[in-house]
């Protein structure tokens, strides 16, 4: 299997894999039970992860697979306020 790093090249690829690959997710689907905005938000989340500055992003197999990776030093956390905020997910 062939990993590309493409964070800086192809980053909608690799939205449009994660999008692809997670739409019918049980999780997502409780989390956006409205089929017609499912991939919409699904992207908008994905997009954050990207911005995030200790991101990484890598396509497998030409598109076949994607991955976000997010490697935080030991004290660094994630907090509310760097996500952006994603109404109508069903919360």
């Given at each position: 299997?062939?990993?590309d ?68 030093g ?16 069903g919360?």
């Open positions: 299997m062939a990993v790093t493409t964070y800086a090249n192809e980053p909608q690829a690799v939205v449009d894999v994660l999008v692809e690959a997670f739409t019918d997710d049980p999780v997502v689907c409780w989390l956006s039970p409205d089929p017609s905005e499912r991939g919409r938000l699904q992207a908008v989340f994905y997009r954050s992860l990207l911005t995030h500055p200790a991101a990484e992003a890598h396509l497998a197999d030409g598109g076949k697979g994607a991955a976000i990776r997010l490697t935080l030991p004290d660094e956390t994630l907090h509310d306020d760097q996500w952006p905020s994603v109404r109508g997910c919360h």
